[in-house]
């Protein structure tokens, strides 16, 4: 089956400084991918997303960077804020599927006051 | 806007019993999906639809029943509930899958919490 998977499970930083959470997918037909945020008790929440065609998308205090070669996703979130503190997923939508997203199981960020 | 909407918040059920989870949203959104999420686990999809009178299975559909009658709502129906169905489920709309950047992205409701005893 198809699998999305995140390196870290937990990650932990100060407050103010960058953090970055890693995503690995195996299948080279995925095209689209999403990165989620998760708080205690609340659904997940869109962050930023990209395409295949592209390597590197921003937002506000984010980037996601796409590395096609060797399936791997990441994403950067600068000045890392208390209010970061949430789990982030990565999700990709495989074509040849549908309209099905395939969700990795989840980093938890901590960030330290 | 209310955005996605799920009720009961919270449910506790004995193994044998149905229930449905309601959900519904008020953006227009053409496609709505169900997922559950698990201790470990990714979020996985159990049934989807792309527009009213449409559904389709996802990856863990045993076990569930959904309709779409009307584009806002998209109940998800427990036949007979069982303990390997204790999770936390969320339902989800957007206007289409893998369309503009930013845009046409899934929206999450806050969750409903089941546990099966």
């Known amino acids: 089956g198809e699998s999305v998977g995140l390196h870290l499970p937990t990650l932990s930083v100060q407050e103010g400084d960058n953090s970055i959470i890693n995503c690995a997918y195996s299948?080279?037909?995925?095209?689209?991918f999403i990165w989620y945020k998760q708080e205690s008790g609340k659904g997940p929440q869109f962050i930023i997303d990209?395409?295949?065609?592209?390597d590197k998308r921003q937002g506000q205090r984010v980037t996601v960077l796409l590395n096609k070669t060797v399936k791997h996703l990441s994403l950067q979130i600068a000045a890392t804020q208390p209010g970061d503190s949430a789990v982030y997923f990565c999700a990709e939508n495989i074509m040849d599927t549908g309209n099905q997203f395939y969700f990795g199981t989840g980093t938890s960020l901590t960030v330290i006051p | 806007n209310a955005g996605v909407t799920q009720t009961p918040k919270f449910q506790v059920l004995k193994t044998g019993q149905s229930m449905t989870l309601q959900c519904a949203q008020d953006m227009n959104h053409e496609y709505m999906s169900w997922y559950r999420q698990d201790p470990g686990m990714g979020l996985r999809l159990i049934h989807y639809s792309v527009g009213a009178g449409i559904t389709d299975q996802g990856e863990v559909p045993n076990g569930y029943n959904v309709s779409r009658s009307t584009t806002e709502d998209f109940p998800l129906r427990l036949l007979s509930a069982a303990p390997s169905q204790t999770s936390v489920y969320f339902c989800a709309s957007s206007y289409s899958i893998v369309a503009g950047l930013g845009t046409d992205t899934q929206y999450f409701g806050p969750g409903t919490r089941l546990t099966v005893l």
């Open positions: 990209i395409r295949s065609n592209m």
């Open positions: 299948n080279s037909a995925s095209d689209y």
